[in-house]
């Protein structure tokens, strides 16, 4: 009993996870856990975050063992999964609501150039699918172009003087100021809007009975 007793014990020490942290030793012990092939190399890399963050952050680990220190970071980095896993399903639990009350799309483009100014212009329809009217919109845009690069970013749109009635499908075109300096508006003039790709969001609805989308 006493020799498997011994035995434990030096095997226990042999594992540099059981060692305790400190800043002293820290360069050694980072060698020999990299060596000892007991972590992987998503482990090693998630402990020396954890410790870096513990720096920078001004918490100590001291008295603490490297397996200690990894199990925190593992919990911390589970917490965070689950946390943004709940805020990923609200988010998408939000967005059907929105698809099933109002489609907003883009249906064309054109320029116009003016004498002064010229201006990008966006052509677009919302169709409201809910049974309530709607008294106000807000949306916002990006543009793609046909390799998927960004080409326009910012767009934003809010109609508060038109009201949209049930089923009813409303278009109407926006102006966005041409700068004649700037890639991004000139790609946008020059690109035949079949090749564009448009990701839009829908920001808040507010209809007539004063309640609201968002």
């Known amino acids: 009993m006493t020799f498997l007793?011994?035995?434990?014990?030096?095997?226990?020490?042999?594992?540099?996870?059981?060692?305790?942290?400190?800043?002293?030793?820290?360069?050694q012990d980072s060698k020999e856990l990299r060596e000892s092939n007991k972590l992987t190399g998503e482990e090693l890399e998630l402990l020396g975050i954890w410790m870096v963050r513990a720096k920078l952050s001004g918490k100590s680990l001291e008295g603490k063992t490297y397996n200690d220190i990894l199990s925190d970071a593992k919990n911390y980095k589970l917490e965070q999964e689950k946390l943004k896993a709940e805020?990923?399903?609200?988010?998408?639990?939000?967005?059907?609501?929105?698809?099933?009350?109002?489609?907003?799309?883009?249906?064309?483009?054109?320029?116009d150039e003016g004498e002064w100014?010229?201006?990008?212009?966006?052509?677009?329809?919302?169709?409201n699918k809910s049974p309530k009217t709607i008294d106000a919109i807000k949306f916002n845009f990006k543009i793609f172009d046909k390799l998927d690069d960004k080409i326009g970013d910012g767009y934003e749109m809010s109609i508060t003087d038109d009201k949209i009635a049930p089923n009813q499908v409303y278009t109407n075109?926006?102006?966005?100021?041409?700068?004649?300096?700037?890639?991004?508006?000139?790609?946008?003039k020059n690109s035949n809007f079949k090749d564009l790709k448009f990701v839009i969001k829908v920001e808040k609805v507010v209809y007539t009975d004063g309640s609201t989308l968002e």
């Open 5 to 27: 007793l011994l035995t434990a014990m030096l095997l226990s020490c042999s594992n540099p996870l059981n060692k305790k942290y400190s800043e002293a030793t820290l360069d």
């Open 87 to 111: 805020a990923e399903k609200i988010e998408a639990e939000k967005a059907k609501k929105m698809n099933d009350a109002v489609t907003v799309s883009i249906i064309g483009k054109s320029f």
């Open 117 to 127: 100014d010229s201006s990008n212009i966006i052509k677009y329809a919302i169709k």
């Open 173 to 188: 075109e926006a102006y966005y100021d041409y700068n004649q300096f700037m890639d991004m508006d000139i790609k946008i």
